[in-house]
């Protein structure tokens, strides 16, 4: 889900960047610090939108650069447990399938998969019914339930289930 | 520990009624095999997933077991003894998924902190992608690919035409004490009946008399604003 937060930061500058353009050069330098990074307890980091507060700046002890502490508000894309959403499938395998929602991934395994569906390899591998109505193949859209995050440096990885009512295939990429 | 294994599901308590897993034995083994195939490459996986324990999917670091858990198969129990999230009744698991798979954002985020919904956000990343159009004669400053996967996501993921009126119908809903981020849930998902919300929002379940009516009349309103495709 997407989120608007106000985050606070220090910002680093070295004395080459002070003058008139030192707060352009403090917000730069913010967004090519802070945009893209992801964290556990905001999620990813997708845009700031405006600089509520530069506070004042501390000179740091034996060497020149200054600290600058930032309030800004951004764009958070933030995953949790018990949401529901809509992904596009990247992979199938016999595990399971892979499926992207903005910059998360999600891994649905083949245990929280209803059970009449069965993987079919092939070239394009897929989970089908047995009566073939419905297929989850690459490109194909679930709505899945998140049940389970994880975190690392630069993205988040989640855990979905399609086993639970009103989950499932939203429309086939072969019949769109 | 090991004899308690060796009995498979002698133990009354481990059989789960809801049995998610309708496996054999003897696919058991073969996904055994798949699963210390998958294990060899090494791959650190640890969720927080104590809200699953019907299923005995045990996700454990490769440093204390290195494979996955299934309650399927004799040798299993033993190794799902090691003080790992697993089975432990009948119906006290039950109640518990169904509670920690509940939207519990607003405990987990500071106060501050704002919900959006994906057409509101579609809204916000378009109008800064215009802004960087206009700055990128400096070419340093570039958007990162998160920014244009979640531009996407959202662009796609909006059905509305008006944010705001959907904001206004579905605020309706929050003095029934509907919190924001299940506003959020409901709007991104564009239920189509009172039952499809109950079912994705499990923690309205609590409240289903009372909101049931109002439901109905915002989800009607909804239809209307929803963007013909």
Known sequence: MFFHIVLERNMQLHPRHFGRNLRENLVSKLMKDVEGTC??????????TGIENVGKGLIRDGTGFVTFPVKYQCVVFRPFKGEVLEA????V??????????????????HLIPDDMEFQSGDMPNYTTSDGSVKIQKDSEVRLKIIGTRVDATEIFCIGTIKDDFLGVINDPTTA | MSEKGGKGFSLPTKTTPKSALKSTPASATARHDDNSAKSKRGRKVQFGMEGLPNLGFNFSSPKSDGKFAIPVGKGDWAKGGKGEKVVNGGKAPVAK???SLELRVEQELPENVKCLMDCEAANILEGIQEQMVMLSQDSTIKLPESFHLGLQYAKTRSYYTNPQSVRRVLEALSKYGVSYSEICVIANTCPETVDE?????RSLEAKKSRLSEPLKDVLDELGKLKKST
């Open chain 2, 97 to 99: 998924e169904a509670k």
């Open chain 1, 93 to 110: 395998n016999k595990m399971g399938f892979f499926a992207e929602a903005g910059p998360v991934q999600i891994f649905v395994s083949n």
């Open chain 1, 88 to 91: 596009v499938v990247t992979m």
């Open chain 1, 39 to 48: 964290s556990g307890r905001h999620g990813f980091v997708v845009a700031i």
């Open chain 2, 197 to 201: 919300v109950f079912a994705l929002v």
